[in-house]
């Protein structure tokens, strides 16, 4: 199992460019989410979803949408970059039963945005 | 939402315990305490979770009061390796009911020789 990947690792973009983060989850999970970390700071919920076709708002959602077209994918898009965007973006994903919502994280895709 | 609290950051040396406690005054009946620790560049890890009473696993321990508006995570003799930011959780996993998680500013281990 490759558990959670993230698709690029790092990425500089120029303000007001548009760009998609891809996550990918190989454990059957019905729950994925997308978080941003700034520097020194903990993680906030941008976006999540709770089965293929769903998506709904977490903490800090303006500026990203997210799509959940297949299961096993949760893709997270900026249509218009700003450099407050510039963060470390973390996908995870969970499944309700057992620990509940245990979570998994990916590696992380380190965002600058000039 | 419950919210939490936590040191913003502890200092301890190798070989001793270390307690940090989390207040969640707020918590809801259904809602389940759940620990993460995260090293630099990487993300979160789940360490232990419980309801009530008293957890242990291989890596930790987590005591919870019977009023449960707070919680410790205790690390037995600790290492260099365990220097990391530790975050607690307190609720139910996200749901279309808009319920969600957060984790807060975390508390900031630093463990030296």
């Known amino acids: 199992n490759a558990g959670v990947t993230q698709t690029p690792k790092f990425r500089v973009l120029k303000t007001g460019q548009s760009m998609t983060l891809l996550c990918a989850q190989d454990?059957?999970?019905?729950?994925m989410y997308w978080y941003r970390q700034d520097p020194g700071m903990g993680l906030r919920l941008i976006h999540y979803s709770v089965g293929e076709g769903t998506t709904a708002k977490g903490e800090v959602p303006d500026g990203y949408n997210v799509s959940r077209l297949k299961k096993q994918n949760f893709l997270l898009g900026l249509e218009s970059a700003a450099p407050s965007q510039t963060s470390v973006y973390f996908c995870a994903s969970s499944y309700l039963a057992g620990r509940r919502g245990e979570q998994y994280f990916g590696p992380g895709t380190r965002l600058t945005v000039t | 939402l419950a919210k939490t609290t936590q040191p913003i950051s502890m200092d301890s040396y190798e070989g001793q315990e270390v307690n940090i406690t989390c207040s969640h005054n707020?918590?809801?009946?259904?809602?389940?305490i759940t620990w993460y620790q995260q090293f630099p560049s990487q993300g979160p890890r789940f360490i232990i979770q419980?309801?009530?009473t008293k957890v242990t696993n291989e890596v930790a321990s987590l005591f919870i009061p019977a009023d449960r508006k707070s919680s410790t995570l205790s690390l037995p003799r600790v290492s260099l390796s365990d220097t990391a930011v530790y975050y607690c959780l307190v609720g139910v996993p996200p749901d279309n009911a808009g319920n969600m998680l957060t984790f807060g500013g975390g508390t900031r281990l630093m463990v030296k020789p």
């Open positions: 707020n918590i809801a009946t259904n809602d389940y």
């Open positions: 454990m059957n999970h019905e729950y």
């Open positions: 419980g309801y009530k």
